[in-house]
């Protein structure tokens, strides 16, 4: 009788007990995935960046997770994802573009796994007939900072960052000198 018991208790909780183990499972999870991204890594990584990609990461899973246990109540994700579709759409209208924004982390998930372009290092990204170069002062989820020589900074988009060629240079670059144009305003005096 017990077990029939246990059975009538499981078929009425079965959707409470799903959760708590979802929830119990979270962590575990959470190690899984840490474990597959140290795999991943090659080389060193500042440790900013992998705080930051680990971040990206447990948000994913959450997300993840939290899907599954609500389809798992009977909430169909379809009126979920019109909702989120529409407040979405409105979110990349009022940032601009939605799929630079995503194509941002993602190019930061890709430069954090290719690991070959790290902070200290002095680059030249060239664009065409234009190149821009500096060294690299931060990499963040959505973007590269790199210092220019003569001390600027430039904010350079993750995902124009892995579609451009990236020259790792070996030393750090000289300043151009900027030629100077004397400009003679008026008639030229003749000396007699």
Known sequence: ME???????????????????????FPL?????????????????????????????????????????????????????VLGSSLFAMLGVALFAAWSLLSNLTAFLLMFIQNDCRVGYWVRIIDGANHVEGRIVEMGLMNVVLEHIDGHRVIYPNNLFVTRP?????????????????????????SL
Request: proline residues 4%.
């Open 3 to 25: 077990i029939i018991e246990f059975l009538e208790l499981f078929a009425s909780q079965y959707k409470l007990i799903v959760t708590i183990i979802a929830i119990l499972a």
């Open 166 to 190: 990236v020259m790792v240079l070996n030393k750090e670059p000289k300043p151009t000198k900027v030629p100077v144009i004397k400009r003679i305003i008026g008639p030229k005096k003749h």
């Open 29 to 81: 999870l959470l190690k899984i995935t840490k474990n597959l991204l140290e795999k991943a890594i090659k080389g060193k990584v500042d440790l900013h960046r992998k705080y930051r990609a680990e971040l990206l990461l447990k948000i994913i899973l959450a997300f993840v997770v939290l899907c599954l246990v609500l389809v798992f109540w009977g909430i169909e994700l379809r009126g979920l994802l």
